[in-house]
């Protein structure tokens, strides 16, 4: 077990090693939408890429993951087959957001030989994500045009 500043040591340190041996921009929250973020996301139990829509505004929110999810075939198909869809996500804090994501069990932040493991997961997942919101951007965006 770990300090509360060893944990926060251990978090600095993999995220600069990250953006060391991937100096890229990602797209992250700079989708243009507000409250509709890429995200990665690691702790001691799992790494993830996740595309969270957190409006507070229920309806927007729920339009914003049906036009996604209307797109859940060409996203599996064609980008991230692996993808978990879930409208009503509880964060750990009782927010209810909606995620859609990819994951990997069994990896730990605090253990520094997986961290290949999961700066390579991030670049693989995160990529085709950001390459499907660029393909559907305009669609996601127009709320006139609804699924």
Do not use: C
């Not at 509709?36 to 927007?60: C, G, P, Q, W, Y």
């Not at 879930?86 to 730990?108: C, D, P």
């Not at 499907?132 to 006139?144: G, N, Q, T």
Request: net charge negative; aromatic share 18%; hydrophobic share 35%.
């Amino acid at each position: 077990m770990y300090s509360k500043e060893e944990a926060q040591k251990i978090k600095r340190e993999f995220w600069i090693k990250f953006a060391e041996e991937y100096p890229r921009k990602w797209l992250l929250y700079n989708t243009k939408i507000k409250d509709f973020t890429f995200k990665f996301h690691v702790d001691n139990k799992k790494a993830m890429v996740s595309l969270d829509i957190e409006s507070k505004d229920d309806d927007l929110r729920n339009i914003y993951f049906e036009k996604i999810e209307s797109l859940k075939t060409i996203l599996i198909e064609e980008y991230l087959e692996d993808v978990i869809f879930e409208k009503n996500y509880q964060l750990e804090n009782g927010k209810t957001i909606s995620r859609i994501w990819v994951e990997i069990k069994n990896i730990s932040i605090n253990n520094k030989s997986s961290w290949p493991i999961i700066f390579s997961f991030f670049t693989e997942k995160m990529e085709p994500f950001e390459h499907f919101f660029y393909e559907y951007e305009d669609y996601i965006k127009d709320l006139e045009l609804n699924t």
